[in-house]
């Protein structure tokens, strides 16, 4: 069974930073992509688009190939940036095809 956990969330200031990290763990072949989606309080969730202006220049995706894990730094936190934070991936195995799993969640909260 294929998990993924978060971790890093928390409570910052506006203007500080966090960096979530997703541990991919389980049995799979490969990783075919991966990302992140949040939701913020009263809202849908939202997958996020890095080159999207409201995250651009101070969200940062990265991936340790060797690990499994990815992470989300985000830099010049606001207090929109509120919410529950999933990561996701699809992953590859041959006895399941391609499928997605998300993580649990986890909060940030971005105080002003």
């Known amino acids: 069974q294929v998990q993924l956990v978060e971790s890093g969330g928390g409570l910052v200031p506006a203007g500080g930073s966090l960096t979530l990290s997703c541990a991919v763990t389980?049995?799979?072949?490969?990783?075919?992509?991966m990302g992140w989606d949040r939701q913020a309080p009263g809202k849908q969730r939202e997958r996020i688009n890095y080159?999207?202006?409201?995250?651009k220049g101070r969200f940062t995706f990265s991936r340790n190939i060797a690990t499994d894990i990815f992470s989300l730094e985000m830099n010049s936190l606001k207090p929109e940036d509120t919410g529950v934070y999933y990561c996701?991936?699809?992953?590859?195995?041959?006895?399941?095809?391609?499928?997605?799993?998300w993580g649990e969640g986890i909060q940030v909260t971005v105080s002003s």
């Open positions: 996701y991936a699809n992953v590859y195995d041959y006895s399941t095809g391609s499928v997605t799993y």
């Open positions: 080159e999207d202006s409201s995250v």
């Open positions: 389980g049995r799979f072949f490969k990783i075919n992509f």
